[in-house]
């Protein structure tokens, strides 16, 4: 499959949304709401869950399903509220030792005046540096369209996972094109060139995993992450606060080298 059909696949109607991989794979789901500065933004979905029993924080972009609720939901383009919404569920995490665990599903952060007053690019950048030294575990897996600093602030974590057909990138195809070639028609030509695809991500060592989506039904790929996140967020509960932090620091030095262990 080319880099483009993974784009269109990610962007497909019907592709399940971050709330509802939270409610098939979580139990007792709680959703926590405002950033206690602005207000409550319904594009970022966060709260606290049980993972076979142990207490995690969860936190997704959610796009809605049908018209309306995309609307209200503003396609999963976060406000900065939405970012500091997030940032204090996971200071809420750390206070009392629960890992955190991200989907990633967005176009990008909303551009708008309102956002940008509020303070939009101060929000991503805040979220960037607390994550790289939140003392809990982070897996952040991308499950859709995963666009520049929107998606970046909540993928700064010690594993980094990946749907099959997800993209993730620092622009879109089209953005891309546009800037490039001013032509929006070279949108598969651009795709190409940006490399985002799951399969050269994991070759550049940005994600750890690729998840399979190919001939499997929702509820498998679920069952399969719940077991892959219980496994891993064990391992990672047991290493002490210092080495977990080093570990992410050396995570993120060696993206971009493809030859590193």
């Given at each position: 499959m080319e880099a483009y059909d993974r784009v269109t696949a990610a962007r497909a109607k019907g592709r399940p949304t971050g709330?509802?991989?939270?409610?098939?794979?979580?139990?007792?789901?709680?959703?926590?709401?405002g950033d206690r500065r602005f207000g409550d933004d319904p594009?970022?979905?966060?709260?606290v869950a049980q993972l076979c029993g142990m207490p995690v924080t969860v936190?997704?972009?959610?796009?809605?399903?049908?018209?309306?609720e995309k609307v209200r939901r503003n396609f999963g383009m976060a406000h900065?509220?939405?970012?500091?919404?997030?940032?204090?569920?996971?200071?809420?995490?750390?206070?009392?030792?629960?890992?955190?665990?991200?989907?990633?599903d967005t176009a990008g952060a909303y551009c708008g005046i309102g956002a940008e007053e509020r303070g939009q690019g101060q929000?991503?950048?805040?979220?960037?540096?607390?994550?790289?030294?939140?003392?809990?575990?982070?897996?952040s897996i991308l499950i859709g369209e995963g666009g520049s600093g929107g998606a970046l602030a909540l993928a700064v974590a010690d594993e980094v996972w990946m749907m099959e057909n997800a993209v993730y990138s620092?622009?879109?195809?089209?953005?891309?094109?546009?800037?490039?070639?001013?032509?929006k028609s070279k949108a598969r030509e651009a795709a190409r060139c940006?490399?985002?695809?799951?399969?050269?991500?994991?070759?550049?060592?940005?994600?750890?995993?690729?998840?399979?989506?190919?001939?499997?039904?929702?509820?498998?790929?679920?069952?399969?992450?719940?077991?892959?996140?219980?496994e891993t967020l064990r391992r990672e509960k047991e290493m002490e606060p210092a080495?977990?932090?080093?570990?992410?620091y050396e995570r993120f030095r060696r993206i971009g080298s493809p030859d590193a262990d």
């Open positions: 709330l509802q991989y939270i409610q098939t794979i979580f139990s007792d789901f709680i959703e926590l709401h594009a970022i979905v966060a709260g936190i997704a972009h959610e796009r809605g399903g049908d018209t309306r900065p509220e939405g970012y500091r919404k997030a940032l204090r569920q996971m200071k809420l995490a750390e206070k009392f030792g629960r890992p955190v665990v991200c989907f990633v929000a991503i950048a805040e979220n960037l540096m607390e994550m790289m030294t939140l003392n809990t575990p982070v897996i620092v622009i879109s195809p089209e953005g891309c094109a546009s800037i490039l070639w001013k032509d940006l490399k985002m695809t799951a399969q050269d991500l994991l070759q550049m060592n940005v994600v750890e995993r690729i998840i399979p989506e190919a001939e499997r039904s929702f509820s498998q790929i679920c069952d399969g992450l719940r077991s892959d996140l219980l080495l977990l932090l080093q570990k992410r």
